[in-house]
Every structure is written in structure tokens, then in C-alpha cells.
């Protein structure tokens, strides 16, 4: 199992700009894909962003591909989501989560989850 912590969160401006991490500990997560969900009030989880294990592959949901970027560093068992041109309709919390295998953008394929971290976009 995977124990999973993101940071990074906080209150921004309509256009500014965070960069969320997650870190990994109790087993390394080189060989894990991983992903970046999220969930506004009242509205299901939704994939936002997911990285191959070697970093070498990535993908994106519509709504925030040229504005977000996901990376990692598996030397520091980290996780990172560059947020740029933020926007209201961002604001949620963000989860980062952790699957033995080759990324997915379904929710229900990843293993272990962080307790979650708050973006809150103001217009």
C-alpha cells in the first residue's frame, strides 16, 4: 500500500497560477501510475490529469489540457500538477492516487488515495 499526501492547495485569483505535489511513502512509486482527480461541491470526482510510471507518457481531460501540467520525480517519490490560467470552475479538492500498472482516467481502477488538498479560485 501506498500512502499518499497532497500539499499545495490554497485560495488564488482567477488567472494566477499553483503547483500541487503528492508525496509517496511505504512503497517506492516508480512503478506506479498516477493521477490527479477532483471533486467540486456537489458534483462527482473527475479525472483531471495521470502520468505513466517512467513519466514518459501523460494525459489530460479537455478542460484543463494547455493549462495543467503533471510531472514526477520518482528520486523523491513526489508527484507534481503545475496549474496555470486558473479558472472558477477549477475550484475543488484535488486528489492524488496511485495504481500498480498503466495510468487510467477511471477512478475506480487506482488503489490508494490522498486525503486531498483545496484549490479555491476566486473570480
Known amino acids: 500500500q501506498v500512502q499518499l499526501v497532497e500539499s499545495g492547495g490554497g485560495l488564488v485569483q482567477a488567472g494566477g497560477s499553483l503547483r500541487l505535489s503528492c508525496a509517496a511513502s511505504g512503497r517506492t512509486v516508480s512503478r506506479y501510475a498516477m493521477g490527479w482527480f477532483r471533486q467540486a461541491p456537489g458534483q462527482e470526482r473527475e479525472f483531471v490529469a495521470a502520468?505513466?510510471?517512467?513519466?514518459?507518457?501523460?494525459s489530460y481531460a479537455d478542460s484543463v489540457k494547455g493549462r495543467f501540467t503533471i510531472s514526477r520525480v520518482n528520486a523523491k517519490n513526489t508527484v507534481y500538477l503545475q496549474m496555470n490560467n486558473l479558472k472558477p470552475e477549477d475550484t475543488a479538492v484535488y486528489y492524488c492516487?496511485?495504481?500498480?500498472?498503466?495510468?487510467?482516467?477511471?477512478?475506480?481502477?487506482?488503489?490508494?488515495w490522498g486525503q486531498g488538498t483545496q484549490v479555491t479560485v476566486s473570480s
Open positions: 502520468i505513466r510510471w517512467s513519466g514518459g507518457s501523460t
Open positions: 492516487a496511485a495504481r500498480l500498472g498503466a495510468y487510467s482516467r477511471n477512478e475506480d481502477e487506482y488503489d490508494d
